[in-house]
């Protein structure tokens, strides 16, 4: 599976911004998809994951309520919705794929596949 991670820019505190994952492969409706996230000077971090029915999630405790993650299988497509964006969401993105349910790797599994990352920057 290849991925590619687009839709990444700079936007002001509060506002939104939709990441987009473009995958190549017959299986990637097989794959939990997932988003993470790597600061400066910090460790790459879980964002969202989603199996690949779409119908379990899990979510970062400082993304929950504000970020969705979506899949369209017929696109081999995954997104991030991003609202709410604060100044301290302020990383590169980047998007990845993995066999296991989105459990294992919300728990700290790692993924299979990695894309290359897309930079979020929001001002405050």
């Known amino acids: 599976v290849q991925l590619q991670a687009s839709g990444g820019g700079l936007v002001q505190a509060g506002g939104s911004l939709r990441l987009s994952c473009a995958a190549s492969g017959r299986t990637f409706s097989r794959y939990t998809m997932a988003w993470f996230r790597q600061a400066p000077g910090k460790e790459r971090e879980f964002v969202a994951a989603l199996t690949w029915s779409g119908v379990t999630s899990y979510y970062s405790d400082s993304v929950k309520g504000r970020f969705t993650i979506s899949r369209d299988n017929a696109k081999n497509a995954v997104y991030l919705q991003m609202n709410s964006l604060k100044p301290e969401d302020t990383a590169v993105y980047y998007c990845?794929?993995?066999?296991?349910?989105?459990?294992?790797?919300?728990?700290?599994?790692?993924?299979?596949?990695w894309g290359k990352g897309t930079q979020v920057t929001v001002s405050s």
């Open positions: 990845a794929a993995g066999p296991y349910s989105a459990n294992y790797y919300y728990t700290g599994g790692g993924m299979d596949y």
